[in-house]
């Protein structure tokens, strides 16, 4: 089954404590991308990628790091989260990043306390 | 920059009844595609019409149908027959046409569907 896998799925931690959240897509899919979803501001795009070690600037990018090793994999790292960082989380991904469907995982429900 | 704007914050309807969503966008380019998501309570985003700028034909996907009216940058989604199932959130979103993928969503209209 085509799918973006994120993990995990509900995240609580404290201010400073490391973190990564994990996005797996089985489609072959050059282009991913991560985006964080907040009431009334609807998702906004963190940091994408368009291809293996190619990264770059979304629009919510503080605080966040990212890497692309692997063509299947595209990690959200936040290395020091702080309570403003709590959100909701999505991976998405799409074949080329050009104006077709994009796949999204289920989400990251995360709570930095 | 491009911005999207979704006036209604939540909409009720009746099963069976018909109930539109409103969507407008600002922006100065003449090559971008236009998509509706639902986000239904399990929090999956879910592809529910998408529609290309150079293409005059309204997009439908079954139920779901668009009137995109591009000079007044106007982008409506119309739900026919409404179901239990289609209550959700709902967000529209634009993508310039080389942008790399990058989505601009509104805030979102939240549909309930109601016996």
């Known amino acids: 089954e085509a799918q973006v896998t994120q993990n995990p799925r509900y995240l609580i931690t404290v201010t400073g404590k490391k973190l990564t959240v994990t996005c797996s897509q089985n489609m072959n899919h050059e282009y991913m991308s991560w985006y964080r979803q907040d009431p009334g501001l609807g998702l906004r795009q963190i940091y994408y990628?368009?291809?293996?070690?190619?990264?770059d600037k979304g629009d919510v990018p503080e605080g966040y790091k990212v890497s692309r090793k692997e063509k299947r994999n595209f990690p959200l790292i936040l290395e020091s989260p702080s309570p403003n960082q709590t959100s909701l989380y999505f991976c998405?991904?799409?074949?080329?990043?050009?104006?077709?469907?994009?796949?999204f995982g289920q989400g990251t429900r995360l709570t930095v306390v | 920059a491009q911005t999207v704007t979704q006036s209604q914050p939540e909409m009720s309807v009746q099963e069976a009844e018909t109930v539109t969503l409103s969507c407008t966008y600002d922006?100065?380019?003449?090559?971008?595609?236009l998509f509706w998501y639902k986000q239904p309570p399990s929090r999956q985003m879910i592809l529910v019409i998408r529609q290309e700028a150079y293409k005059q034909q309204n997009a439908t996907e079954n139920r779901f149908s668009v009137n995109f009216q591009k000079a007044a940058k106007s982008f409506s989604l119309k739900i026919s027959d409404s179901q239990l199932g289609d209550t959700a959130m709902y967000f529209c979103?634009?993508?310039?046409?080389?942008?790399?993928?990058?989505?601009?969503f509104g805030a979102g209209t939240q549909v309930v569907v109601t016996p």
């Open positions: 990628s368009m291809n293996v070690e190619v990264t």
């Open positions: 922006t100065s380019e003449s090559n971008y595609y």
């Open positions: 998405a991904s799409s074949f080329t990043g050009l104006g077709e469907k994009a796949f």
């Open positions: 979103a634009f993508m310039k046409g080389a942008s790399w993928g990058k989505l601009q």
